[in-house]
């Protein structure tokens, strides 16, 4: 069973960063393409960022590119979500998935596995 918790999320003003975190049960994150999604209030849920487990490749949306950096760390079991120059429209909870596939999807229905969430809130 793989299971992912995040964390690092909260209140930040616009231009603030915040660095989400999400541990996972053991070997996940060497073993499984690792993703951020998130949902804005009355909105779909949108692809953030992915990060493979075999081919280092990161992939990161076009509205995040530039401010957003995913991360892992194998030997804690965890991916990060470095998000810099935040605005309003960050505004979301942010959810950490785990796909099987090799090279980083950015649809959610590739993803096998969900965390619970951390909401994210940016002032203006």
């Known amino acids: 069973q793989v299971r992912l918790v995040e964390s690092g999320g909260g209140l930040v003003q616009a231009g603030g960063s915040l660095r989400l975190s999400c541990a996972t049960s053991?070997?996940?994150?060497?073993?499984?393409?690792m993703g951020w999604f998130r949902r804005a209030p009355g909105k779909a849920g949108e692809f953030v960022a992915a990060?493979?487990?075999?081919?280092?490749?990161?992939y990161v949306d076009d509205s995040v590119k530039g401010r957003f950096t995913i991360s892992r760390d194998n030997t804690q079991n965890t991916v990060y979500l470095q998000m810099n120059s935040l605005t309003p429209e960050d505004t979301a909870v942010y959810y950490c998935a785990a796909s099987s596939r090799p090279s980083p999807p950015s649809t959610s229905y590739e993803y096998n596995f969900w965390g619970q969430g951390t909401q994210v809130t940016v002032s203006s």
């Open positions: 990060i493979s487990w075999i081919l280092t490749t990161r």
């Open positions: 053991e070997r996940t994150v060497s073993t499984y393409t």
